[in-house]
């Protein structure tokens, strides 16, 4: 059974991330941050629902930013935003550094909650 380790907020320190990069262990939110989560994804849920034009969720960006994006077009736009910041030159990185990426980013985004 693969163990799992939980990123709790404000308590990531080096040993964690050892053994993050190491790998064969799954990861998991500290339930702490759950019901930030949630109220996020609520609020958001909420502005489409209720048709509200909000930047960013369902505008394009920039020069696009006055431009409406329909309810059935979200999911793309989403997407491509994700696309458009996954941008990089070189050899693709490695699993173990992708795992670190992507823990550290979740621990600090949790923090700020």
């Known amino acids: 059974m693969t163990p799992t380790l939980i990123l709790t907020p404000g308590q990531v320190d080096l040993a964690l991330l050892r053994r993050i990069h190491a790998g064969g262990v799954r990861l998991a939110l ?14 958001v849920q909420h502005i489409v629902d209720n048709d509200e034009v909000v930047y960013g969720i369902n505008t394009g960006f920039g020069k696009l930013a006055s431009t409406r994006i329909g309810n059935d077009h979200l999911a793309e736009l989403q997407r491509n935003l994700v696309l458009s910041h ?21 621990s600090r985004q949790t923090a700020r909650r």
């Open 30 to 43: 500290d339930a702490s941050v759950q019901a930030g989560m949630r109220a996020s994804q609520a609020a």
């Open 86 to 106: 996954s941008v990089g030159t070189g050899e693709p990185l490695s699993p173990a550094v992708v795992r670190l990426v992507l823990a550290t980013k979740a």
